[in-house]
Nanobody, 118 residues
Framework: VQLQASGGGLVQAGGSLRLSCSAS????????MGWYRQAPGKQRDRVAL???????NYADTVKGRFTISRDYAKNTVYLQMNSLKPEDTAVYYC?????????????WGQGTQVTISS
């Protein structure tokens, strides 16, 4: 199973970006999918999560600005990021709990850099 993330880049504060992450490979099903971020010298923190049933959860720092969504048919998760701030600068990683052969496995994407200039 591979998770391929895309959509990062450099934008000015107040701008928007949309991240995408597609899962491919031997997949019976996907439970939750999420986005995490890691700034230099800091731990990786969860930004947003969406369950198989469509429930969402956000970090307090991004509530009201970021929206996570999912295309179940395409095994793809999106992160729409609006009103971006310099403190949102980080490498963003997608994550998925994938079901295969009756078991759940954890997978990470390769990370995409998001840089917000002030």
């Amino acid at each position: 199973v591979q998770l391929q993330a895309s959509g990062g880049g450099l934008v000015q504060a107040g701008g928007s970006l949309r991240l995408s992450c597609s899962a491919s490979g031997s997949i019976f099903g996907i439970n939750d999918m999420g986005w995490y971020r890691q700034a230099p010298g800091k731990q990786r923190d969860r930004v947003a999560l969406i369950t198989s049933g469509g429930s969402t959860n956000y970090a307090d720092t991004v509530k009201g600005r970021f929206t996570i969504s999912r295309d179940y048919a395409k095994n793809t998760v999106y992160l729409q990021m609006n009103s971006l701030k310099p403190e949102d600068t980080a490498v963003y990683y997608c994550h998925a709990h994938v079901v295969f052969n009756g078991r759940e496995y954890s997978y990470w994407g390769q990370g995409t850099q998001v840089t917000i200039s002030s």
